[in-house]
């Protein structure tokens, strides 16, 4: 769900890659490789974002573990 909202957000990022593509260029194969990276992106974030939460909280309570 995420990768849609994001998706949804840069729709002119979308158009502007669209207007560079060549008539005969496939489309479904280069909004796959969009989407996926955008999922990556997400993920890769998300775990990023987690890991900083996972600090901070050991970081004010140290005897946790």
């Known amino acids: 769900n995420q990768v849609l909202?994001?998706?949804g957000l840069c729709m002119g990022v979308h158009y502007a890659y669209a207007s560079?593509?060549?008539i005969k260029?496939?489309?479904i194969r280069d909004s796959a490789i969009v989407t996926v990276g955008?999922?990556?992106f997400s993920v890769?974030?998300?775990l990023?974002?987690?890991g900083a939460l996972g600090f901070l909280n050991v970081m004010n309570d140290p005897d946790q573990f």
Do not use: E, I, Q, R
């Open 5 to 7: 909202y994001s998706m």
């Open 20 to 22: 560079f593509n060549h």
């Open 25 to 27: 260029k496939p489309v």
């Open 38 to 40: 955008g999922l990556g």
């Open 44 to 46: 890769l974030t998300g």
């Open 48 to 50: 990023m974002v987690w």
